[in-house]
Structure formats: C-alpha cells, structure tokens
C-alpha cells in the first residue's frame, strides 16, 4: 500500500533510483555533472505534476455508495 495517491512520488523514486544508475554507470567521467542534473529535472518534473494534481479538485468517497 502506498501512502500517498499521487503518481508523481512513484515517478520519483524510479527517475531517481534508474537516472543515478543508468547514468551514473555509463557516463564514469562526467557522472558528477550529469546525474544531479538528471536528478534535478526529475524533482522538476515531479513538483509540476504535483502542482497539476493539486490544482484537480478531490472528489470524496461515500461511505454508503
């Protein structure tokens, strides 16, 4: 079960987890520019797509339905 219900965590923690990887082990040499960088567009990306979600209204769950 996930805490939060906002596909922009999840999409988070797999940029992060796969960017660092992935870029980390195939560009050795500039993996101190490039990662953060990845990693930052990922927090962009993620912080957007939260605004986005916050900005849909929420629409509550009956109880009795």
């Known amino acids: 079960?996930?805490?939060?219900k906002s596909k922009a965590y999840i999409f988070l923690t797999?940029?992060?987890?796969?960017s660092s990887m992935l870029l980390g082990s195939i560009f050795l040499d500039s993996a101190f520019f490039i990662?953060?960088?990845a990693i930052s567009l990922s927090f962009?990306?993620?912080i957007l797509k939260?605004?986005?979600e916050l900005r849909?209204?929420?629409v509550p769950v009956d109880a009795n339905a």
């Open 1 to 4: 079960m996930w805490i939060y």
């Open 14 to 18: 797999l940029s992060m987890c796969l």
């Open 35 to 37: 990662v953060p960088m």
């Open 44 to 46: 962009v990306a993620s």
């Open 50 to 52: 939260i605004f986005q």
């Open 56 to 58: 849909t209204p929420i």
